[in-house]
Structure formats: structure tokens, C-alpha cells
């Protein structure tokens, strides 16, 4: 368990995180979404004790990060997979990382193999791929065994095969009850792999909920009407309580009527109907929504202007 | 996919402290390739320019004036490495905490282990204990090459309580010998220099976390304040000067207190050691309370 209660933290006159609030649950994959620069690796280094608060505190199962007596034991993270020396072999890496924590080279050996390096570990870390990096990152946040564990950006650089790898290697040990907190601002990734989200912008608490919550709470059902009649359709059902977009294709965006209510409206008033489909928002969309006015950069095409 | 350990239990007592610290940060000095590097530049550079300067000077003893004579220095000889050795130690003594900046490891490092006056104590034993195994032992081979050399050109040991004027009147050049007066503490107060400077160098890597920053610092010290003193009138630089890092280090290898070339008289070599030990204290103390401050 994870719980942050008004984490604040201001580098300079920028405020990278907000009053930050949350809770993260074992036994199920967290994910922690926002768009770049939106505070997450701040609020990641300030649950480690790297960054010391401005205001407010963050616990693991209870107890500050300062007050753990074997640190690695019960708390492992990815934070940058290349964040290491680029000289050192891999087992050489992970042995000096296991050996602050009192943590025998058998393990060390153990989650080489988890990870599948057992055959490079003898190789220079430097002379990694950024996919084999990121299995050694993940290696050394499992060195201790620990009940939280934290990623950030743990699919960063990896192949499908690798994604699928991770996504699983998320669940099982989120399914071994252990508290498992990963960033990511690939929504479409964390839509597959989370239960729970917490959700931010500009160092901001957007959402603390569950996957499921989170899209429907935040979505308006809408259904995609097609029809050789629009106009004389659009007026039946705003009639009947709908709320109409027109497209320039002559199609029909309508929100507040189910697909079965536009039907027998449409049926009844005797307007033939070419398409009848409902639109599921993705997750991805549900958060552009929501953190659009939350970005501190936008690029310059396809994105409208933001007010 | 089972990632649980079968085989870890947490210890019952204890914490990540600085015994486990010092066996991490041993293994990161030594699998990392600069550190061999360093190594190798110390003891060639050590006992090579040992053999070089003594070869060099005992061709010269029969030619020597009364003052020359009166200043070959066999034991000063020998430790001709120093001057290279000096910034070699430096940047191994910066690099082991600005290549964790550079590389960002040190973030994996502090999450480890939360005490980061722990981390600092941990890797300055680990320096301090290399450094100084490996400046000592590369002084006394140093030591003991130079003697030979100056042995093969036909140079003889005085009696060791022989006053220096009977240096200048020895027809053969002076050879050393360990047991003389000053001989084994000027030898071993060499690496000793090498260590408190390596130390110095580590403090200012914390400070600064930037490897080329702290270098560049560390060089300063050594080399560019000592002529910035020198533009000063004697009445000014000559209480300084021997307070440089540098003269204090020829203070505790000079086997006799005499006036050097261009500095004031030197301090004796224990009190050199001293003020340079309060230096790296200094130094030292200050990168480990810029840590604790510091975000990482």
C-alpha cells in the first residue's frame, strides 16, 4: 500500500506536483497516468525519499522511506532504465545493489534468470539495448523480493514480445498480492494492463478510481447514426430528448438515446436507417478530455487550439 | 512467471548500513575499468619515474656543486610518481561519485540505502582503504627501485646519523636506506599524501556531481592557485605558500626541513599532515551535507 497525502513539490517556480492525494492498493496493477512533464517521475523519486517534499508525505505500508530498515526488501523500482554505469556488467550491477541490502548472490543469479540476461550478465550494461535495460531495471527492483514495487515507463523501448512480457510479469506479481505501481502516458497500454488508475496533469490529482470507473464516468455514450434522411431524423429524435451532432458526411453523432430507442423512433417514423452503431470511448480519448487543459506543451498539427 | 524468492529471509536485526555499503561500493570500484587504469598509471608512473629520476641523478652527483649536493634528496628521488599520481588518485577519488551523477545511478544507489551519510561513509572507506594499500605499496617499491638504481651506479649508504655535511663530501651518491632517519615516515607519509588528496577529490565530486567539474577543481588546487601566489609579493605569498596542498605534500616527503627552491620554509612533515588531513575533513564534510540537503 501506497498512500501519498498532499505531496507538494515546486523545483525553482515550476510546481511539478500539487497537492497530490492517492491511494495505491495491493493486489492489483495501479497505473499512473499523465502526459509528459505532468509531475509523475517527481512524485515517483519523492515516494523513494530521492526528493524531499515541499509539503505533505507519502507511506509505504505505513512507514516513511526513511524509515526502512532494508530499503530494497520491501521496496524495488525502475526508474531510469539507463541510469547506470555503462562500464559495469550487469551481475556486477545488481551484485553491488544486493549487497547494500544484506542480499545473497544466489538471488542475484534468480532474477537474472526472471528477467532472461542469465546468458549477457557478464556483458558491459552500457552495451545493452534499451528492451535489454529495461529487463535489468526490472531485474534489480525485484532483487529484494519486495511487497511495493514502483515502474516508471517500464515498456519504454521494448518489442511487442517484451510488452507482453512486462504486461504479464505486472499482473502475476500484482496477483502474488503485492502493491504494483507503474507510470506510463501510454493510456492504450494501462487501459490493458491496470485495475486502478490514478490519473494526473500539471502535478494535479485528475482521477484516483478503477480502469472501469474512470471511462464510464467519463464518457457520454454516443451512438453513430446513418441515414438518407438525416434532417427529418435529427428533428425526430431531438424531439424524443436526443442530443444531435451533425458530421458533413450526412452522418449522426447522438448522445442520451440508446441504439435501441433510436431505432424504433427512426422505425416508427418511418425513416430508413443505413448504420446504427454504438461508440465506445477509449481510454485514450476519455484522458485527452481530461488533461487537455492539464498539458504544458501541445504540438502544433492536428490538435485544435486549447482554450 | 514466479519472481518470489525462495530463498530470502530479511534479516532479523540491522539495517542497510555502512558494513553492507562498504562490500556494494567495493564492487563497484572494482568492476569498472577506470579503476584498473588507475591503477596500472599508478605503479608504472611510481616505480618508472623512480628509476628514470634516479638514473638521471646519480649520473649527475660527480658534477654537483656544494648546494646541489647538499639537497639530493635519494628518498624525493624515488617518489617522482607522486606528481603524477597526485592527479590520478584525484580523479579516481571525484569519479566514484560523479560517475553515479553522470550516469544517474545514483538515484538506484539512494534508494538502496536511505542513509545517505551511510552511502558517503561507505564509499570513502572504500577510497580511502584502495587508494592508500595502493599509494603505499607503490611508494616502498618506488622506494626501494630508486635505491637500487642509485646502488648500480656505484652509490653507497651513509652511516645514518650522518650530518649533511658529510653527504656533501661523500665521494659516492648517498644511498638511502629505510631504517635512516626520515626515510620510512617520508616514504610512507607519500601515501598518505596520495589518499588524503584522492579524498579531497571525492569530497569535492559530491559537492560539485560533475566529473569534469570537479576535476577541473581539483587541478586548480594543485596546480593554478600555487601560481595565482606567486604574483604576490613574498611578504604576502610566503605565509601561504606552505599551506598549499601541494607544498604540504613536499613537506611530508622532504626528508629534511630545508628551504625549497620557491616556497617558504615548508612545515614539518607531521604538522603538513595534519593540516592537510582538516583539509579533507573539510572538503569531505561539506559534500556530505550538501548530500543529505540535496534533492538526488
Known sequence: MIRAAGLSKSYGSTRAVDDLSFEVRPGVVTGFLGPNGSGKSTTMRLILGLDRPDAGSVTLDGRRFHDLRWPLREVGALLEA??????????????????????PRSRVDQVLDIVGLTEVAGRKAGKYSLGMSQRLGIASALLGDPRVLLFDEPINGLDPEGILWVRTMLKSLAGEGRTVFVSSHLMSEMALTATDLVVIGRGRLIADTSVDDFI??????????????????????????????????????????????????AFSAGIPLHELSPQQASLEEVFMDLTSDAVDFHGSTGTEPVT | MTVTASTLSAPESGRAG?????RSEWTKLRSVRSTWVSVVIIVVAGVGLSALVSNIEAGRWTTLGLVDRA???????????????????????????????????????????PHRTTV?????????????????VTAFLSFFVGQLVLTAHGGRGLPSNASILSQV??????????????????????????????????????????????????????LVIPLIIQIFPASIADPIERFLPSNLGLAMIEVGTRKTDFAGVLLTPWAATGVLAVYATVVVTVGGLLLVRRDA
Not at chain 1, 450526412?250 to 442520451?256: F, R
Not at chain 2, 580511502?128 to 603505499?136: F, T
Not at chain 2, 601515501?191 to 588524503?196: A, D, I, M, R, S
Open chain 2, 18 to 22: 555502512w558494513t553492507q555499503g562498504v
Open chain 1, 82 to 103: 539507463k541510469a547506470l554505469h555503462p562500464g559495469r556488467s550487469a551481475y556486477n550491477h545488481l551484485l553491488s545493489l544486493a549487497q547494500t541490502n544484506a542480499i
Open chain 2, 169 to 222: 663530501r661523500s665521494p659516492t651518491i648517498p644511498v638511502v636506506s629505510i631504517t635512516d632517519p626520515g626515510a620510512l615516515r617520508a616514504v610512507f607519509l607519500c601515501g598518505v599524501y596520495l589518499t588524503l588528496l584522492s579524498l579531497i577529490a571525492f569530497g569535492i565530486g559530491f559537492a560539485l556531481r560533475h566529473t569534469a567539474g570537479a576535476i577541473s577543481l581539483f587541478v586548480g588546487v594543485l
Open chain 2, 71 to 113: 639537497q639530493f634528496d635519494p628518498v624525493r628521488f624515488s617518489q617522482t610518481g607522486v606528481f603524477i599520481s597526485q592527479f590520478v588518485v584525484g580523479v579516481l577519488g571525484a569519479l566514484v561519485i560523479t560517475s553515479e551523477y553522470s550516469t544517474g545511478s545514483i538515484r538506484t544507489t539512494l534508494s538502496a540505502v
Open chain 2, 120 to 136: 558517503l561513509a561507505a564509499k570513502a572507506v572504500v577510497v580511502g582503504v584502495v587508494i592508500l594499500v595502493l599509494s603505499e
Open chain 1, 216 to 265: 464510464s464516468s467519463h464518457t457520454e455514450a454516443t451512438v453513430l447514426v446513418r441515414s438518407p434522411d438525416p434532417d427529418r431524423l435529427a428533428a425526430v429524435l431531438e424531439s424524443s430528448g436526443a442530443l444531435v451532432v451533425r458530421h458533413d458526411d450526412a452522418s449522426l453523432s447522438v448522445q442520451k438515446l440508446t441504439p435501441d430507442r433510436i431505432g424504433d423512433a
